[in-house]
């Protein structure tokens, strides 16, 4: 038979703190071999506080970079592959575009378990929707559906940072959808780590008229830098291109190959440096 908690303690009309001395002083109420398996509750002054501190201790450290953005052509779609924890890198070849249906894309930040499991279950909503209404959802709609699934769970402990771009009946669309469950619309957004490398890049390169090439260039570029300067996003620049027609991946380059093609030379480079006491 499994063991079952019991929680009788906290129904007393206690509050909290009372209610876990009660149950930290019982010997009854804890745990016994075949029988019933209950825990006392922590012995601090506020049990909130301590939970939302000892959540923090467990959160694991992670970083990437991420960037959507909507011009003439359509929407560009553009991230690294890289996954860590803390200082370790634990992947090269994460595949952080989730490719909801064949006009929805969703990027993952944050913790991939996270991105990858509700992005999923986004898709599974918005197959339903389909089947059930006999049309495909907007975009406006499935980021709808990710942001209330967001919300209700809040406080919980997810770390996401998303975006849902895709192309409906409406043209394009690109929402920013977190786990707070904010949910922004927006013509170009960047996040992650490196997101703020890659805004530099991408604000200063970006125009409403740039052809498909010019645009494709751009997104890889941004994404390239931000891996130069994070130490947490690198491994490949994956980049998606979103029409009326649905998505394409344009390409997957590894940024260590993408390095020598912008900069075939050390000297080419920007961070380059040079004896101060030598005349140049």
Known sequence: MMGALDFSCLESGLDRRSAAFQCAADPTLRASPGGMASFPLPEVDDVDSFEREVMEMVKPAHGTTTLSFIFKEGIIVAV????????YISSQTVKKVIEINPFLLGTMA??????????????RQCRLFELKNGKRITVRGASKLLANTMYSYKGMGLSMGTMVAGWDLNGPGLYYVDSDGQRTKGQRFSVGSGSLYAYGVLDEGYKWDLTVDEAVELGRRAIYHATFRDAVSGGTVSVYHVTKDGWTKVSGTDVGELHFDYYPTPESHPTHGFDPLVAH
């Open 110 to 123: 944050g913790g991939a378990a996270d991105c990858q499991f509700w992005q999923r279950n986004l898709g």
């Open 80 to 87: 690294d592959s890289r996954a860590s924890m803390g200082s």
